[in-house]
C-alpha cells in the first residue's frame, strides 16, 4: 500500500473514525484502525463490536493494499505533523512509514484480515432527513439520557415515526426529554433505542447543513449514511417507557417567562445550591409562585440565595423543589425568547414548553424533590 493525502483531509477522516476505536478490549485489532484502498479513495475503519465507524475520502492511491495500525499512535502522529501533504506506505518489513516533510515515522502494522467485519444490515426502514435537523434534535434530547447501566434501556434515545413525523426521546428517571420534527417524505413507522454514545458521535460527525442523513433499522442493528461516512450500530433490547402517558394532561399553575431570565436565576442560584465547599451534599432550589411572582432560593451551610421575577401567573400558588442543573440542561436548548413553564402540585412533575399552542416542537419534564419542611 502506498498512498498520498494532504493532512487536513486525512485528519478529517481520523477524527471522524476515531471514536468508534474500543478503549478497554483484550483484542489489540480493535484498538486500530483499518486502512482499505479502492483505486483513488481510502477507507477508514473502526470497530468496538458496539459501534462501527466507515469514513471514505479521496486520496492518491499509487499502490493499493489494506492494513491496521493503532489508532491512537497515528492519529497523535498525524495531528503534529506540518500542514502539508503526508506519504504512507507499507514496506517490506511490514511497517506503515510515514513522511511529511522532514518528519519520517515508522509503525507496526496489524493483519487486515483479522479485522472484524461491520454488520451487514439489511434494512426494514428507514428515514432521510437534513443533518442539521437531526444535529439539533440529539442535542436538545442526549443530556437527559441516563448514565445509569442498571436501567440499559434509558442510556439510549427513543428514536419513534408515527404519522410521519419523527419523535426523539431521552429519560433518565427523573427527567424527560422530548423533541419533534415533521418528515418531508412518507414512511412506514417504526421505533429503535439507539445508544447515546453512538448519537454522540453521530452528533460531532453530522453538520448544520441541508445535506440529508439517512437512518435505517432492522431488527437489532441500526445504520447512519451521509456522503461520505457510514455509523453501525446495535440498538437497545427492552421496552422504553410509554413517554406519552407519564405527561401531566392538566395543569394547576403556569407562567409565562422569558427564557434567558429563567435560566441566569437558576444558574445565580446553583452557586450557592451547588456549593464546591460542599461537594457531597445536594441541595434543591426552591420554587415559589405567588400572583405575579416567581421566586427561586436556595437556603444551606454555604450561604443564601434568593431571585425574584415578576411575570404573568396563571392558576393556584405553589412551592415545589427542583434540581436548578435539570432546568438549566433543557433551557439551555430552548432557543425560544419565552417559554411556558406548568406545575401540578408540589409532588407532581412540572413541564416546560412553547408558547406558541400550534408549535409544540418540544417538551422537558421534571421531577420536583421533596423539600425539608422548615
Not at 104 to 112: D, F, S
Amino acid at each position: 500500500m502506498k498512498i498520498i493525502c494532504e493532512k487536513e483531509k486525512l485528519l478529517k477522516g481520523i477524527n471522524s473514525v476515531v471514536k468508534g476505536v474500543s478503549s478497554k478490549t483484550t483484542m489489540p485489532i480493535l484498538e486500530g484502525i483499518l486502512f482499505k484502498t479502492n483505486k483513488n479513495e481510502l477507507q477508514l475503519t473502526t470497530y468496538d463490536l458496539e459501534i462501527g465507524i466507515e469514513y471514505v475520502m479521496e486520496c492518491n492511491v499509487e499502490r493499493e493494499g489494506n492494513t491496521v495500525v493503532n489508532a491512537v499512535m497515528f492519529s497523535e502522529i498525524i495531528r503534529k505533523l506540518p500542514d502539508s501533504e503526508i506519504n504512507i506506505e507499507i514496506n517490506e518489513n511490514n511497517l506503515l512509514v510515514i513522511e511529511c516533510e522532514g518528519s519520517l515515522y515508522k509503525l507496526a502494522t496489524m493483519n487486515a484480515d483479522e479485522f472484524p467485519e461491520l454488520p451487514k444490515i439489511n434494512i426494514e426502514k428507514s428515514i432521510e432527513i437534513d443533518q442539521s435537523i437531526l444535529k439539533n434534535m440529539i442535542r436538545k434530547t442526549i443530556f437527559a439520557v441516563s448514565i445509569e447501566e442498571n436501567r440499559p434501556i434509558f442510556t439510549g434515545c427513543l428514536f419513534e415515526v408515527i404519522d410521519n413525523k419523527l419523535n426523539v426521546v431521552a429519560i433518565d428517571g427523573f427527567r424527560m426529554g422530548w423533541v419533534k420534527a415533521n418528515l418531508s417524505e412518507k414512511t412506514n413507522d417504526f421505533k429503535a433505542v439507539i445508544p447515546g454514545k453512538t448519537l454522540n458521535e453521530v452528533n460531532k460527525i453530522v453538520i448544520d447543513s441541508f445535506d440529508k442523513i439517512k437512518i435505517g433499522v432492522e431488527k437489532n442493528q441500526a445504520v447512519f449514511e451521509m456522503e461520505n461516512c457510514k455509523i453501525v450500530t446495535r440498538l437497545l433490547d427492552g421496552d422504553f417507557l410509554n413517554y406519552t402517558s407519564v405527561i401531566p394532561s392538566n395543569w394547576e399553575t403556569r407562567v409565562r417567562i422569558n427564557k434567558n431570565i429563567l435560566q441566569n436565576c437558576f444558574e445565580r442560584v446553583s452557586l450557592i445550591s451547588s456549593s464546591v465547599m460542599e461537594k457531597e451534599k445536594k441541595y434543591p432550589v426552591k420554587i415559589k409562585i405567588e400572583v405575579g411572582k416567581i421566586t427561586i432560593s436556595c437556603a444551606n451551610q454555604t450561604g443564601d440565595a434568593k431571585e425574584e421575577i415578576y411575570i404573568e401567573t396563571e392558576g393556584k400558588e405553589l412551592e415545589i423543589g427542583v434540581n436548578p442543573k435539570y432546568f438549566l440542561d433543557a433551557l439551555k436548548v430552548i432557543e425560544d425568547d419565552e417559554v411556558f413553564v406548568s406545575f401540578g402540585t408540589s409532588i407532581s412533575p412540572c413541564v416546560i414548553n412553547p408558547t406558541n399552542e400550534e408549535r409544540q416542537e418540544y417538551t422537558y419534564m421534571i421531577l420536583p424533590i421533596r423539600m425539608k419542611e422548615e
